[in-house]
């Protein structure tokens, strides 16, 4: 495999770009070659809806939002706000954060029923975020 062969092209933009610049860009970057496209997020401009115009405009790059911080979304409202996007799995990616990391492992506490005694920073609050995502794909 040559070096062009390995190398992957993406670019990352801010997140509440006018919709149809987002959609001109998006299918700009797919005919360039880029193989994925990528939304922060903030917190008047959310990364989903940014991630749904890129998806509006190409058929197969990769489309990524990152970081959706846990201290402005719960898992179920992230999960919601996917599905009702119908951004198409295979090719989004989802960063996920843990933002203002106690206010959230309280929050999962009580959703999940998971005691957080044994939360040592990000590697138990990872663990509390997978237990309340899966609880909730299982409520679907």
Known sequence: MTA??????????????????????????????????????????PGLATLAEFAAATE???????????????????AGEVERLGIDPARRRLGIGSGALSPQID?????????????SASVGFTRLAAVAWKRWLRQR
Not at 65 to 75: A, D, I
């Open 60 to 78: 197969k790059i990769q489309l990524g939002v990152g970081v959706l911080p846990l201290h402005r979304y719960q898992p179920a409202e992230i």
């Open 4 to 45: 062009s062969e390995l190398a992957h092209r993406g670019l990352g933009v801010t997140a509440g770009l006018d919709a149809g610049l987002a959609r001109e860009m998006a299918a700009h970057c797919e005919q360039l070659g880029y193989q994925s496209l990528w939304s922060n997020d903030e917190p008047a401009a």
């Open 107 to 119: 929050s999962l506490q009580r959703e999940t029923g998971v005691a957080a005694s044994f939360v």
